[in-house]
């Protein structure tokens, strides 16, 4: 999981977070495979926040291995709230449907894979873009005082040099 960015509500309140996950499938197998499509869920603590899918169609030689990336878009204020606490564990739930490949035709029953994986959730990636809006806010705010401050303050004439 990797965190590619957040949105914010007013200041430093993170809204949401968006998410960059992978699924990683290995092909054991001696024939070619594909992985046809993929359900996801994602849980914060245990409760669903999300359902999405991947939907394309990915061939796999033998012994390789393809890692798909998936973007989401978690709502993290509402399930705070929710919560009454910042969630501590990030799970995702998904089935890979994997079908096996005999030449240009494909077996007509896929092999349904469950992926049940839990992790804490990266508060050191969440926290590091938290510290780079709130350098950019002090920076506008400190920018607005100068602003202020010239704009409050009578013109003086420049003193003569002697």
Not at 72 to 101: C, D, M, N, Q, Y
Not at 116 to 136: G, H, L, R, S, W
């Amino acid at each position: 999981m990797k965190v590619t960015g957040l949105q914010f509500t007013q200041g430093i309140l993170v809204d949401s977070v968006s998410l960059d996950a992978s699924v990683k499938l290995t092909n054991t197998t001696n024939r070619d495979v594909a992985l046809d499509h993929a359900t996801l869920g994602f849980l914060l603590d245990g409760n669903p926040v999300l359902d999405t899918a991947h939907q394309k169609f990915v061939r796999v030689a033998p012994g390789a291995s393809v890692t798909e990336p998936v973007s989401v878009v978690l709502p993290f204020s509402g399930i705070v709230k929710t919560l009454g606490h910042r969630p501590e564990v990030l799970g995702v739930r998904a089935k890979l449907w994997v079908t096996l490949l005999v030449g240009k035709d494909t077996w007509e029953t896929p092999l349904v894979i469950p992926v049940n994986v839990d992790v804490p959730v990266p508060y050191d990636q969440i926290d590091a873009f938290v510290a780079q809006k709130k350098k950019e806010l002090e920076a506008e705010s400190a920018r607005s005082a100068a602003a202020a401050v010239k704009s409050a303050l009578p013109s003086l004439p420049s003193a003569p040099h002697f």
